[in-house]
């Protein structure tokens, strides 16, 4: 898990800087800014701001106060979120990162969650009653939870050396991400690969690695396909996580772990890969077990 640095950033100037959409800003307090310069800057670096990703932080993620920050556009549009493109620029180095940025509860297109927010809870029982209710409050904590969480399981799995995006930072209603694949050719969804039987072969093998390693710590993925599954120069890298769920935890957990297994298998199978579907959840479900 990503642990808490200590900034000389006050918390009142770090709300008062959020990219918060309007549902985000109502579960927070209004606050007043401290600096003595009350206009903010567009271009600042955000990543002081944030809650960082976990350490050891990479050697090529820049984390200067001085760097300058630019948006490039959009990339690509999702269920829960959009992706945009930010250039994070510090003398000659140069991040381009994948910005997800979640949109209002009410405009996602994936809103159907209770089967996985079974066994979420908050620990304050007024605050799961609203959310549980769907009033307006527990609608804003629900797209918290969902942002919430797909940070930290990035972070946890990307710290066990997972084939996941390294999480930079998260802020309001964003999280920064690993861009996968050049800026000007991003890594394609395995749905549009033609990957030959060895290349196919090679690609399942990673995927059943990286399945043992998140049952193993408690992760479902819960919506897995070829549709959010990255393939880089022959690397498997998969995303989207925020409906992720424990196995045990959640009632659903393992007849989600299943549909994961079916839906991959489906595509490996008919590239010709012996995936044994049947077999490989048997085996997940005893590591879940464990």
């Known amino acids: 898990m990503p642990s808490r640095r200590k900034y000389q950033y006050s918390r009142d100037a770090a709300m008062a800087k959020k990219r918060n959409t309007d549902d985000f800003e109502r579960m927070h307090r209004s606050v007043a800014s401290q600096w003595d310069d009350d206009e903010v800057d567009p271009e600042a670096s955000t990543y002081l701001l944030a809650e960082p990703g976990p350490d050891p932080v990479p050697d090529w993620v820049i984390t200067s106060d001085e760097a300058r920050q630019y948006e490039l556009g959009f990339l690509k549009t999702g269920k829960e979120a959009d992706v945009h493109l930010v250039e994070r620029r510090h003398g000659d180095r140069v991040n381009i990162l994948a910005v997800k940025r979640y949109r209002k509860f009410e405009d996602r297109m994936f809103r159907n969650d209770a089967r996985y927010r079974a066994g979420r809870r908050t620990g304050e029982s007024r605050l799961?009653?609203?959310?549980?209710?769907?009033?307006?409050?527990?609608?804003?904590?629900?797209?918290?939870?969902?942002l919430t969480t797909e940070f930290e399981i990035l972070c946890r799995l990307w710290s066990?050396?997972?084939?996941?995006?390294?999480?930079?930072?998260?802020?309001g209603n964003e999280i920064m991400l690993e861009l996968i694949g050049p800026p000007d050719d991003t890594a394609p969804r395995l749905v549009n690969t033609r990957p030959d039987p060895d290349e196919a072969i090679a690609l399942w093998d990673?995927?059943?690695?990286a399945l043992f390693t998140m049952v193993g710590v408690g992760v479902?993925?819960?919506d897995l396909s070829p549709y959010n599954i990255l393939v880089d120069a022959g690397r498997l890298v998969i995303i989207d996580f925020p409906q992720a769920v424990d196995p045990i935890?959640?009632?659903?957990?393992?007849?989600?772990?299943?549909?994961?297994?079916d839906n991959?298998?489906?595509?490996?199978?008919?590239?010709?890969?012996d995936c044994r579907a049947a077999d490989l959840y048997a085996q997940l479900l005893t590591e879940a077990m464990r």
């Open 220 to 222: 479902v993925h819960g």
């Open 128 to 146: 799961d009653k609203a959310i549980s209710h769907g009033n307006r409050i527990g609608m804003a904590f629900r797209a918290q939870q969902w």
């Open 206 to 209: 990673q995927l059943v690695e």
């Open 264 to 273: 991959v298998s489906d595509w490996f199978t008919r590239r010709g890969v």
């Open 160 to 171: 066990l050396g997972a084939p996941v995006p390294y999480p930079v930072q998260q802020l």
């Open 249 to 261: 935890a959640n009632p659903d957990g393992l007849s989600l772990l299943q549909r994961d297994v």
